[in-house]
């Protein structure tokens, strides 16, 4: 003899898992604040993020926060895992953190002449203002001579490609 049976049976295939993930944006300055977003495709129940040269340097969070208090270039790992197995991305150099700028000045008077020395760190171009409705000046080290005497607020803008920083200091 025999015998037929018929059953419905549901069969659900599952994708392995992808690594996967953005972030807002990986170039600027120290310290520099990136956040970073999950897009791994399949159900990941567990996370570990590495990060080369952040606070923090590891994560388990979906969606971390790290600074980037150093110059350099940074390598991103992200390594997921779940039913489907695990799977692993590395970005290479992702992150491209710029010296901090630090601007800063003093200055040598012989009135009504003021030759001004530019102490800025990490900077490659410069504006000054002389508080006293003269034009800017882009020079790195200049000397300036002041119609009236007085007190003038001094303004240096130091800025390199990717950062700025700008100090006054009053002069008399």
Same mark, same amino acid.
């Given at each position: 003899?025999?015998?037929?049976?018929?059953?419905?049976?549901?069969?659900?295939?599952?994708?392995?898992?992808?690594?996967?993930?953005?972030?807002?944006?990986?170039?600027?300055?120290?310290?520099?604040?990136?956040?970073?977003?999950?897009?791994?495709?399949?159900?990941?129940?567990?996370?570990?993020?590495?990060?080369?040269?952040?606070?923090?340097?590891? &994560?388990?969070?979906? =969606? /971390?926060?790290?600074? #980037?208090? $150093?110059? !350099?270039?940074?390598? %991103?790992? *992200?390594?997921? @895992?779940?039913?489907?197995?695990?799977?692993?991305?590395?970005?290479?150099?992702?992150?491209?953190?710029?010296?901090?700028?630090?601007?800063?000045?003093?200055?040598?008077?012989?009135?009504?002449?003021?030759?001004?020395?530019?102490?800025?760190?990490?900077?490659?171009?410069?504006?000054?203002?002389?508080?006293?409705?003269?034009?800017? &000046?882009?020079?790195? =080290? /200049?000397?300036?001579? #002041?119609? $009236?005497? !007085?007190?003038?607020? %001094?303004? *240096?803008?130091? @800025?390199?490609?990717?950062?700025?920083?700008?100090?006054?200091?009053?002069?008399?």
């Amino acid at each position: 003899g025999s015998d037929t049976l018929t059953q419905q049976v549901m069969i659900t295939i599952q994708s392995p898992l992808t690594a996967g993930f953005t972030l807002d944006d990986g170039n600027g300055c120290a310290p520099w604040l990136v956040n970073f977003e999950d897009n791994s495709v399949g159900m990941v129940t567990d996370y570990l993020w590495t990060f080369e040269g952040g606070i923090p340097a590891t &994560s388990t969070d979906p =969606n /971390p926060q790290v600074i #980037y208090n $150093n110059a !350099g270039l940074f390598d %991103v790992q *992200l390594e997921i @895992s779940g039913p489907q197995g695990m799977d692993v991305v590395l970005m290479e150099d992702l992150i491209e953190i710029a010296p901090m700028v630090i601007a800063s000045f003093g200055f040598n008077a012989s009135d009504p002449v003021i030759s001004f020395i530019n102490n800025s760190t990490n900077a490659t171009m410069y504006e000054w203002d002389f508080g006293d409705g003269s034009p800017l &000046s882009n020079e790195e =080290n /200049p000397v300036h001579t #002041y119609m $009236n005497t !007085g007190t003038y607020e %001094v303004i *240096l803008s130091a @800025s390199s490609d990717d950062c700025a920083a700008v100090v006054t200091q009053t002069i008399f």
